[in-house]
């Protein structure tokens, strides 16, 4: 077993304690790279010579260059949020890797573009080799599997609807094309099919040469128009990338079908299945069925078991969906699971080397069965610029099958590079055109130093895991606020199930809804950059309305936990609380921990007596 990776080591640090090591690496890349540039060519002669320097234009364009910088250096220090510190506990954000910085910094001086492999020879490969490794992160086969970084969830999510919507209206060309490779099949029964099986009536079309034929039939030729692929279910705590989706790709917003959750703010499976049949009995097909781990605003992990699970079921019914996984958040996670050779562990190994995390152990069976039931699911979502801590724009679509790409792809088969994997005209199988080469960079080298399994990102992320479930005890623990004579109590919205922590205030005794809402959002204002510059903020969070309209009845009993009665939630129709998002791995240390916790109470208590004594 190599050593496990100390994260100390990781980060420039709150208070940038690594920023030796970090100066001398960002010096080693530029002379690095200037070495580069004098070595290409040493006989041609100097353009920018000594006497062009002299000239006073040349100093003052200088000048004007790091007059800007210097700006801009200004309103970033004034403006930006502390990522950095443990009194950071907002958005998903937290420090960025040094590695994956020093990877993103060096590759930008070379400036390589991965829409194409002759403007990127370096990161194509890059791209093609972590594509594989977040792939096998997920438990796919990368031999067969398929995956590349986007530039962030939303669009990963996009392709993964292009992928599922191309898909679903294959039968039907294959049809129009061929009626013997479908023949006694109807309309029903063709848009069951599993995704394996169009798959392999593609692999058909292609031996005989019809494939380009049959693409032209299916969706990417004739359009939308006139269309019923389906509906696509996603469930109530979606991200707002698939409403986006079902517009951009003309599913249409009637067809995305809201999935109820529960009060633990994950998928309702029984209610996903009421849908299906209802569907079912009108014979309207499911284009697909998408599960959440790590949803935005809750951190809830989805039962992508049990959905598993269902489909396996339908599937002797003869109804079949296409799965995505929407784990643009805690897809990283699944790293907690893995040994060095990629082996999903058993329940009672990871409860035995993690004994001590989580106060009685944060991992229940469910979010073990979710996450490794996610290699089961045709494609995922996983954004390396969330838990993979890497600097934006990096996300990543992976599918189980990389022969769904042929069915968006702009050339009628994977062309790559002579005899090696890297596809000539990247571009052409993916959503976006130009792209950086320097993110690919970041996430290759964050993989290289953080290893995608227990001893690596399973770390980090255990450890910011153990900080959220420090902070949610606390809250549960701490004792009423006592400001102005009056009193608060706090209350957590739901055991976490990853590190996302989100919670309300209370006067101890009040009924009205709209009053809770308003102390929480006063809350908010004080500790976010509504209050001024965030760098003299004490602490920083973010917050979300739990809402009727978008949750159902949800947050009901949260509400009610409150002594607040059911009438005020239906007037009200919404729930204002904070959310901490706990990504720092530092918040594991007791003093620390302590510190930090202290500081929270007394910026909610400032926070409060400002309200009410005001
Ligand atoms: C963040 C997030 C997205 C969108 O990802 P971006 O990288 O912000 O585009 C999609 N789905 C979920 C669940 C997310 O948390």
């Known amino acids: 077993m190599t050593e496990p990776i100390n994260f100390n080591a990781l980060f420039l640090g709150p208070k940038a304690e690594n920023y030796d090591f970090f100066k001398q690496m960002l010096v080693y890349l530029m002379d690095d790279h200037a070495e580069w540039r004098r070595f290409f060519h040493p006989e041609d002669p100097l353009v920018v010579t000594e006497d062009e320097k002299a000239r006073p234009d040349f100093a003052r364009t200088l000048q004007n260059t790091r007059e800007a910088l210097i700006e801009l250096a200004g309103n970033l220090q004034v403006s930006s949020n502390p990522w950095f510190s443990p009194r950071y506990l907002g958005h998903m954000n937290a420090d960025t890797l040094v590695a994956a910085n020093l990877g993103y910094m060096l590759t930008l001086l070379y400036n390589p573009n991965n829409c194409a492999y002759e403007g990127s020879p370096a990161t194509t490969a890059l791209e093609i080799e972590t594509g594989r490794q977040l792939a096998a992160l997920m438990g796919y086969d990368p031999r067969t599997a398929w995956g590349h970084i986007t530039s962030g969830g939303t669009v990963a999510n996009y392709e993964g ?180 050779e990629n082996r999903f562990m058993e329940y009672d190994e990871i409860k035995k080397t993690h004994a001590d995390v989580g106060h009685g152990g944060w991992l229940v069976p469910e979010v073990y069965e979710a996450f490794r039931a996610m290699s089961c699911a045709d494609s995922i979502t996983v954004d390396p610029h969330k838990l993979g801590y890497i600097p934006y724009s990096a996300g990543a679509i992976v599918a189980a099958d990389r022969r769904v790409v042929d069915l968006i792809s702009y050339f009628a088969a994977y062309v790559f590079e002579k005899g090696d994997d890297n596809p000539m005209l990247l571009g052409s199988y993916i959503l976006e055109g130009s792209k950086p080469g320097a993110a690919v960079a970041a996430v290759w080298m964050a993989h290289r130093v953080v290893p995608l399994n227990a001893n690596g990102y399973g770390r980090i992320i255990e450890s910011s895991i153990e900080g959220a479930f420090r902070f949610h005890r606390s809250i549960l623990e701490s004792d009423p606020l006592t400001v102005a004579g009056r009193r608060f109590e706090a209350l957590p919205l739901t055991r976490p199930d990853l590190n996302i922590v989100v919670y309300a205030f209370h006067e101890i005794g009040n009924g009205s809804l709209e009053e809770m809402n308003r102390l929480n959002q006063a809350i908010y204002e004080q500790c976010s950059y509504k209050s001024g510059p965030l760098y003299i903020s004490d602490f920083i969070t973010s917050k979300t309305s739990l809402t009727e309209e978008e949750y159902g009845d949800a947050p009901l009993s949260f509400v009610k936990h409150f002594g607040i009665e059911e009438k005020e939630w239906r007037s009200c129709g919404s729930v204002y609380v904070l959310r901490s998002c706990i990504l720092t791995p530092y918040l594991v240390n007791n003093t620390t921990y302590e510190i930090y916790w202290g500081n929270f109470m007394q910026s909610m208590e400032r926070a409060i007596r400002r309200l009410y004594e005001a």
Do not use: Q
């Not at 389906?230 to 951009?248: F, M, Q, R, T």
């Not at 849908?275 to 697909?288: C, E, F, G, Q, T």
């Open 161 to 340: 609807v292009w992928l599922a919507r191309n898909l679903a209206s294959v039968p039907l060309a294959i049809r129009d094309c061929m009626p013997e490779l479908v023949e006694g099949l109807d309309d029903w029964r063709l848009m069951n099919l599993p995704v394996k099986d169009v798959l392999d009536l593609v692999d058909k079309a292609r031996e005989r040469g019809r494939f380009d034929e049959v693409r032209d039939r299916s969706v990417r030729g004739t359009g939308m128009a006139g269309r019923d692929l389906g509906v696509l279910l996603v469930p109530e705590s979606k991200h707002y990338s698939w409403a986006k989706a079902a517009d951009i790709f003309g599913i249409g917003r009637e067809n995305l079908v809201p999935v109820p959750v529960r009060d633990d703010y994950r998928m309702d499976v029984r209610a996903l299945e009421d849908i299906i049949d209802s569907l079912a009995a009108k014979k309207r097909p499911v284009l697909a069925v998408v599960a959440v781990v790590g949803s935005t605003e809750e951190g809830a992990v989805d039962d992508v078991h049990e959905v598993v699970r269902l489909r396996e079921r339908y599937a002797e019914k003869g109804v079949s969906f296409y799965l995505h996984v929407d784990a643009a958040y805690g897809g990283y996670a699944r790293a907690l699971f893995l040994d060095e």
